[in-house]
């Protein structure tokens, strides 16, 4: 199995500084044949399903506001807001999806305001 | 709109069955993998299951193999999780899942639809 190691486990920022999350896996997510990372990044605010951010590492979904922004490749990726706003509070996964069964997640990162 | 409705959640007593349904509506149900997720209370993302866009291929997470089954109506557009022989820890909310991308046979996927999810709870 490939397994999916965020950090931190939690992050306090202050409104309209910069978050950074980062998510390790075990193995590669680079598939060589279409040179692309199979790494997906979520949102889930408290009492909401999670919500689809980033896709193939780097990709934001329709819909995302750009201060969202995904980057890295192989082994190590990196979620980064530039500008934190109040609905951002959230917990923040990162999931794998180069090779089922399992398809895994990280164990999710708590962003809050300081 | 697109939506995905889980239904069929509840209480019930370790060793005992219920199966999940997921009510698909305003996307092509026939051509996406659907998966379903689970969150025990307070933890993180579980995946549990994969059924591909044709019904050819399932898989399963570890922790539920030989006891849960997911299944797919393509002409009603609903995905069934069966769960059997069920344990404390198979308590969470069970989340209804759409792959990302169409047409997929066996691969992995991200997921870009969510349903609300349907709590499960496992007690005696």
Redesign the interface.
């Known amino acids: 199995d490939i397994v999916m190691t965020q950090s931190p486990d939690s992050l306090a920022v202050s409104l309209g500084e910069r978050a950074t999350i980062n998510c390790k896996s075990s193995q590669s997510l680079l598939y060589d044949s279409n040179n692309k990372n199979y790494l997906a990044w979520y949102q889930q605010r408290p009492g909401q399903p999670p919500k689809l951010l980033i896709y193939w590492a780097s990709t934001r979904q329709s819909g995302v506001p750009d201060r969202f922004s995904g980057s890295g490749s192989g082994t190590d990726f990196v979620l980064t807001i530039s500008s934190l706003q109040a609905e951002d509070v959230a917990i923040y996964y990162c999931q794998q999806y180069y090779t089922l069964p399992p398809l895994t997640f990280g164990q999710g990162t708590r962003l809050e305001i300081k | 709109q697109v939506h995905l409705v889980e239904s069929g959640g509840g209480v019930v007593q370790p060793g005992r069955s219920l199966r999940l349904s997921c009510a698909a509506s305003g996307f092509t149900f026939s051509i996406y993998g659907m998966?379903w997720v689970r969150q025990a209370p307070g933890k993180?993302?579980?995946?549990v299951a994969?059924m591909s866009y044709d019904g050819r291929n399932k898989?399963?997470?570890?922790s539920v193999k030989g006891r849960f089954s997911v299944s797919r109506d393509n002409s009603n557009n609903t995905l069934y999780l069966q769960m059997n022989i069920l344990r404390d820890e198979d308590t969470a909310v069970y989340?209804c899942v759409k792959g990302?991308r169409t047409m997929v046979p066996n691969?992995?996927?991200?997921?870009?639809l969510?349903?609300?999810?349907t709590m499960v709870t496992v007690s005696s």
């Open positions: 998966h993180g993302l579980e995946w994969l898989y399963y997470a570890d989340y990302m691969g992995g996927d991200a997921f870009d969510w349903g609300q999810g």
